[in-house]
């Protein structure tokens, strides 16, 4: 009898894979990373777009679809995509970072990556990620939910993503040469985007400026997504209230707000109601800047929500857009009450008893000028380069072969597995700093995690140069945000703010201005995974570090072979 019920119960898993998998699609797509004259801000550039579209194309999938997309490098620099947020179950060769993952994809090489959504719904991005070329290589990926399967929301009339982007009136990799060669920080952007366009406030902007369709009585998703290369930003749109729905491809408990801040990585999916008179109103972005005297971009991007039944304005005139109001630019009173709102829909599933507890520093730091360097090569403050580091250790990628290959087939020297999971030094972290902690030690240092371990971090900013708001982005992971606060984390007066409830399931969690963020997981997905702030200023800076997950028992516990044609180094 017991053998019968096996039986039943194998044929029952088979049958409901088969039909979900009947559902399922495999979507194949072509990239062509190329060199296209785009031209904004009154000049043209030979500015690096895929398929010579700026931004570049949106995917849209389902729940359970595979994507298989081949990249073919024909531009003059080395590039990676990186698919933003996607898990990468098994898949981590697809995953993306350059030397991290895999070697670059060379000019005139191409390499496919394959992979398939797993359980995930909402809204998430690809971008480059090797050096800057993220500035203008991304694009939205959306995922839908399964075939017959609705929103947990009312359905939308219709769906715009709204990709907030950096623009340079130059190239973003000559920006990034000239800080590397000069050790002080990349000149800033001259504007900011919104699909690709600065908009009305620029000059030689408004024709092209983004028109987003409403009407009367609509209610329509805006699927925003932060590919700002170095720049948390406040959106907003004039006179109607936003729904926040989801962020991060994770669905929310529903929350209204009138402005969202994202920083760079996160997305957040926002209901807007067509319930104001027909007319025209603004959309506009621009930066939450939490560093104390750092320059920055202070300019505003805007886009037209516009009312199909909006009057005509007379021959030769045009309606003005309504313009909202947007916080001050360090206005951390309203982000820290925007991210509280933030609860996953239900109680979930939390981690409770922990099996690795680790403590990260992160910040920034400031090397000394070494002996053979001149003048010109270090012009950080009083004459030293800027670096950042997490827990005293900046982070240096592989420059011949990628940590998971060195992983993989045993490679000795690329890599050591002696990251501290405390900081070195303990320290007053967001006190006065004693300059003596303000050089790290370069090195390419891993943390080894068990398959299956419970994982907390406690993501700690310091003061060090300054403190900041930092965006830290978990390769191949989600992970619950139990809290956030500020000062230096205190296990024993802090432990108790954890929502072990309903927190929020992220990707990218911004790690409050001279404060503190605790995340959890489990290490269920082997492979390397790269955890950077996505200030991608900071990352060349040294700002990350890589968690290498051992496989587990069988087959669906290892990562997968790596592919034939991943690229050679």
């Given amino acids: 009898m017991e053998a019968l019920k096996t039986i039943f119960l194998v044929l029952f898993v088979l049958l409901a894979s088969a039909l979900y998998s009947a559902n399922a699609k495999i979507q194949e797509h072509e990239f062509v990373i190329q060199a296209t004259p785009v031209t904004r801000l009154c000049n043209t550039h030979s500015t690096i777009t895929v398929n ?38 098994r898949t981590g060769w697809a995953d993306g970072p350059e030397f991290v993952t895999q070697c670059p994809i060379r000019p005139g090489e191409s390499y496919t990556y394959r992979f398939t959504i797993q359980g995930q719904e909402g809204t998430l991005w690809w971008h480059a990620h090797s050096a800057w070329l993220r500035a203008t290589v991304y694009g939205a990926l959306i995922i839908h939910p399964k075939e017959g399967e609705a929103y947990p929301f009312p359905k939308p009339k219709r769906e715009t993503p709204i990709l907030l982007g950096e623009w340079w009136d130059a190239d973003p990799m000559d920006v990034l040469r000239q800080a590397q060669q000069t050790g002080a920080a990349p000149n800033i952007s001259d504007a900011y985007t919104i699909n690709g366009q600065p908009g009305d406030l620029y000059k030689c902007s408004t024709q092209g400026t983004t028109i987003v369709p409403i009407d009367s009585g609509e209610t329509n998703l805006l699927r925003v997504i932060n590919a700002a290369l170095n720049q948390p930003l406040f959106f907003t749109v004039a006179n109607h209230k936003l729904r926040v729905v989801g962020a991060d491809a994770a669905y929310l408990k529903p929350f209204t707000t009138n402005v969202i801040m994202l920083g760079p990585g996160q997305t957040t999916d926002v209901l807007i109601q067509g319930d104001q008179p027909p007319s025209r109103y603004y959309m506009a972005a621009r930066a939450y800047q939490s560093a104390q005297n750092a320059p920055f971009d202070n300019t505003t991007t805007t886009a037209i929500l516009e009312y199909k039944s909006a009057p005509c304005p007379a021959k030769g005139a045009s309606i003005k857009p309504v313009m909202p109001s947007l916080p001050a630019y360090n206005d951390t009173n309203t982000v820290t009450a925007f991210n509280g709102n933030f609860r996953s829909p239900g109680k979930v599933e939390v981690p409770t008893e922990i099996d690795d507890n680790l403590f990260f520093t992160i910040g920034l730091g400031l090397n000394n000028c070494p002996p053979n360097f001149s003048a010109n090569q270090c012009q950080g403050p009083n004459g030293t380069r800027f670096t950042a580091s997490m827990n005293n250790v900046s982070f240096v990628l592989p420059s011949n072969v990628s940590i998971l290959q060195a992983h993989q087939l045993g490679v000795q020297g690329v890599f050591t597995t002696d990251f501290p999971t405390q900081p070195p030094v303990q320290f007053d972290y967001t006190g006065n700093v004693s300059r003596s902690l303000w050089q790290p030690v370069p090195g390419t240092k891993v943390t080894k995690l068990k398959f299956g371990s419970r994982v907390q971090i406690v993501l700690q900013d310091t003061s060090i140069v300054t403190p900041e708001n930092h965006p830290i982005h978990l390769h191949g992971y989600d992970f619950y945000i139990v809290a956030e606060g500020f000062g230096n984390f205190d296990p024993k007066r802090d432990t108790s703010k954890f929502n072990l409830v309903d927190p929020p399931m992220r990707n990218t969690v911004g790690v409050p201005v001279n404060g503190w963020a605790v995340i959890r997981f489990v290490a269920d997905n082997p492979g390397a995974w790269i955890m950077h702030c996505h200030l991608d200023v900071h990352i060349g800076w040294g700002l990350a570090t890589v968690f290498l997950v051992d496989n587990g028992v069988g087959l669906l516990q290892s990562i997968e072979p790596p592919p034939e044609d991943l690229p050679l180094c």
């Fill in 52 to 89: 010579g579209q700026f931004p570049g194309p949106t995917l849209e999938v389902n729940n359970g679809d595979t994507l298989v997309v081949k990249v073919t490098n024909k531009a003059r620099y080395n590039v990676t995509i990186h698919w933003h947020g996607i898990r990468q179950m």
